[in-house]
């Protein structure tokens, strides 16, 4: 696979060297004028006048970091492929805390370093390595468990300032109409004591505190029209994909007006709902 960039620029400021109590800057950003890619001679991928931005808000103890990607044209798959213009693809996330992350980083990279230094030497006899015994094996594996409690309760400390993702743009036009949509995802971390996760009730305490939505909405002829085939069958299987909205709709789970489909979602606690309708 060969994968050929035209025209790359960056450009923007960072500051590697941070304390929590600066005043954190960093910008950015990625300018290509095309991206195409190969396999065995054939394109698969073309994208042309591809502009990724980034930004870093700063709110005191957190931050904020934002994406915003733009796309003019696409070309996915052969020449015949999916067509894709005026693609936009804006993500955030969303109250990181610094002094949290910064100790993440710090524990982190304590980690690495520790394991480098316990891993055998190359070429070291495999007997000798054998012959070091439990007591070396225990140690290490003591060793890792005290690395990864503090980076548990480091991580509790990112959780407590509630932090959040969230797609701020999806949209992108095609030839059978538009696409758009966003999503979020929040971590309720009020309340929460920096040493609350534990390895075994990190999943139980997300569930209880992780929630979110999402919406979408795209032409009725991109949902009928999609990997549509041009042949004889192709009356049959656009029937068929008719019936098959016509049940989501009747379901509940998608809103038809004639001329685009659209859902809502939303998840928590208390489950999962599209359009008001609880399906978990």
Known sequence: MNVNLSNLNLSGTYKDEKSATDTWKQDGRIKL????????????????????????????????????????????????????????????????NKDALLKIQAASKAFYEDMAKTQ??????????????????????????????????????????????????????????????????????KGLAPDALKGDNVMALLKERISGKGSLTLARDVFLNAFEQKNAAAPAQRQMKENQLKM?????????DGKQLSLESTFGPQGVAINGKRIM
């Open 120 to 189: 055998p030497a190359a070429g070291a006899d495999a007997a000798a390595v054998a012959a070091a015994g439990d007591d070396s094996t225990d140690a290490k594996l003591a060793q890792q468990k005290a690395h990864m409690a503090v980076l548990m309760q480091h991580a509790g400390e990112l959780v407590a300032s509630s932090p959040g993702f969230r797609i701020d743009r999806l949209s992108l036009k095609t030839p059978n109409g538009d696409v758009a949509g966003n999503f979020e995802v929040n971590l309720d971390g």
């Open 248 to 256: 989501y709709v009747d379901q509940g789970y998608i809103k038809d």
């Open 33 to 96: 004028d095309s991206v195409e890619a190969t396999r065995n001679g054939n394109a698969f991928l073309k994208l042309q006048n591809l502009v990724l931005d980034t930004d870093l808000k700063d709110h005191g103890n957190n931050f904020d970091l934002v994406y915003q990607t733009k796309i003019d044209k696409s070309l996915f798959g052969d020449a015949n492929g999916v067509v894709a213009d005026d693609i936009h693809f804006d993500f955030s996330y969303l109250n990181l």
